[in-house]
């Protein structure tokens, strides 16, 4: 059974057995397939699509892998991967990712602690510097390579960089007034943990801002099982209704959940939409570099401790 290389899982929100009916395979499932021939997918190496199959819980209503890598496999996997941030041009990236901000800024006086989830090269983190008075910065980021562009975006402001996804035990307790996890909570086996132990380092009335993939949104209907974001990546895809209880069940209440505007530099989508027809173009003319939002089926939330 190949099956027993991999991890079971019950529902990461309710935690217990629940009724859960299988919802989106690829035409490989990847539960069918040893670890070891998996890993070139997870790398991208081939056309083929094949993740862990999807259920949708019955009680909470989540879309979660049942079958999924165990904790070591995820472990060895991410470690072998190389960073890459050049899929999307970085105007469009930091469009993106001001229009999350905005969202923060409407409900924070963003001072006292801040608290990032893999925050990368810090596309996010830029407009927390510039715009924020936060008396420092916590930044949670395993990837060794992006520790200097982030020192950067810091400059002289007090900040540290954990090494751990997760090793929020340096931070202080009731020390921060926001938290951000911007496409973390996808990836994460056991995201009430998480969750839960975060909330031990807010400040009443702190805000938590979440951007993740939306399993309910037109774009997900529209392509079927082909939707980017059933991957090997993604153990569970959460939509408003998931969401929100998950939220509830690690502590929190939540303020709002909308439809984010992602952009894109229109020369990229437009060489793009050319190779799709076979017309192999080297680039395409400058009249065509500007970008534009679309709300392509991710979503922000924004929550508070309770
Ligand atoms: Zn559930």
Known sequence: MPFEKFLSRQCPICQKSTKV??????????????????????????????????ARCAECKLLFAPIFYKPDQL????????????LVPMAALLKTQ???????????????????VGPDVGVF???????????KYWLCEPNKEVASTLGRVLGDRPYQIIENMFGFSDIPDN?????????????LL??????????????????????????????????GWKWPAFCLQHPQIYSPESMRMLLEKS??????????????????L???????????????????????????????????PN
């Open 21 to 54: 009916t299988l919802e989106i395979c690829s035409q490989t499932r990847a539960e069918t397939i040893d670890y070891e021939a998996l890993t070139p997918y997870w790398n991208g190496f081939f056309k083929e699509k094949i993740y862990f199959s999807y």
């Open 75 to 86: 472990e060895a996997l991410y470690g072998q991967m190389s960073p890459n941030m050049d």
């Open 98 to 116: 001001k229009g999350y901000f905005n969202e923060l800024k409407k409900c924070s006086n963003l001072d006292k602690g801040y608290i990032e």
């Open 125 to 135: 983190t830029v407009n927390c510097t510039r715009e924020g008075a936060f008396d």
């Open 175 to 187: 020390s921060s007034s926001v938290a951000v996890m911007i496409q973390v909570l996808d990836h």
């Open 190 to 223: 056991d995201p009430v943990a998480t969750l839960a132990e975060l909330k031990k380092k807010l400040l009443p009335n702190a805000k938590l801002l979440i951007v993740t993939h939306n399993e309910q949104s037109l774009l997900r209907k529209f392509v």
């Open 251 to 268: 502590g929190y209440s939540v303020d709002s959940i909308e439809r984010t505007k992602n952009y894109f530099q229109f020369s990229f």
């Open 270 to 304: 437009l060489k793009h939409l050319l190779w799709a027809f076979g017309l192999k173009v080297k680039s395409v003319p400058s009249i065509f570099d500007f970008t534009i939002g679309l709300k392509l089926g991710n979503m922000i939330t924004i929550a508070t």
